[in-house]
């Protein structure tokens, strides 16, 4: 296979920077489904002209606070007096992680969004990450973290986690979160754009939206295509016309993936 796969959660995915990603012909998506899974996930024309049901959420250019709202500034501000934000190593974060993730997943709308430890620590060894820290000045303690991947011009902000009773306090966290992770890959580094992942399937959170309004991230269209193993692709075919009634989280979730194919 010459291309860079692999398999998550029972389905093929690039594991490159989203703009790299190529369309996969029907010997090589057959290929992977040959070796395991459910389905191939493929990606391509990234950033197209044209708008489409897919998309990456990018952000492209720094213009530091200036090119931000008043009320974001202030909001920035606000944040970092209150925590600091560094680079960390892999160990803090194995240490003192998995109860800002488990307490950050149990705040989502969605209850079927859960993370064992043991999975946790295995996927902080999955990619070339760098780890973010977010840290109570007062405390000295770590209430917050971003796992970011790294490629060679290019990132993605792939796992973030915060303490509840800090997003609901008042002191903005995620505020000076992202502005420092922005500062740092687009102003120091120079990186052709940094993302937020793509278009959500399960719509667990709202952080694209809110990293559009606040921080200037647009949408990066693209096209997807999905391609199922042999025994799915009937059953996703029967489903589909009945895919706004089904209520279980991941048929649920396939069925719409399927939907932003049309």
């Known amino acids: 296979m010459r291309h860079n796969f692999h398999l998550y ?10 703009h ?11 290929a992977l489904l040959k070796q395991g899974g459910l389905l191939v996930r493929n990606t391509y024309d990234f950033d197209g002209e044209d708008e489409t049901s897919f998309w990456y959420v990018i952000k492209d250019r720094f213009g530091d606070l200036e090119e931000l709202s008043p009320r974001v500034r202030n909001k920035i501000r606000h944040a970092q007096k209150a ?10 974060l194995k240490e003192k992680g998995y109860p800002i993730i488990a307490d950050t997943f149990a ?19 999955r990619y070339d990450f760098d780890f973010w820290g977010v840290f109570d000045r007062e ?11 790294r490629w060679t011009d290019s990132c993605e902000y792939d796992l973030s986690g915060m303490t509840t009773r800090y997003k609901r306090n008042g002191s903005y966290p995620f505020y000076g979160l992202y502005h420092a992770m922005n500062e740092y890959y687009l102003g120091e580094k120079g990186f052709r754009y940094v993302s937020d992942g793509s278009r959500s399937i399960t719509e667990h959170s709202n952080i694209h939206e809110f990293l559009i309004q606040n921080f200037n991230f647009r949408k ?5 295509q999905v391609q199922y193993n042999w025994w799915l692709k009937p059953v996703v075919k029967l489903l589909y016309p009945f895919r706004k009634i ?9 069925l719409r993936m399927e939907s932003m194919t049309h």
């Open 83 to 92: 925590f600091e934000y560094r680079l960390i190593d892999q160990a803090l």
């Open 139 to 149: 405390r000295s303690e770590l209430v917050g973290f971003s796992c970011v991947r």
């Open 20 to 30: 790299e990603e190529p369309r996969l012909q029907q010997e090589e998506w057959k």
């Open 9 to 18: 959660r029972n389905a093929w995915r690039f594991s490159g920077a989203p």
């Open 107 to 125: 705040d989502y709308a969605h209850t079927d969004r859960t993370m064992s430890e043991t999975v946790f620590l295995e996927y902080l060894d």
């Open 220 to 224: 990066a269209y693209c096209h997807l």
């Open 246 to 254: 089904i209520t279980l989280p991941k048929v649920k979730a396939i």
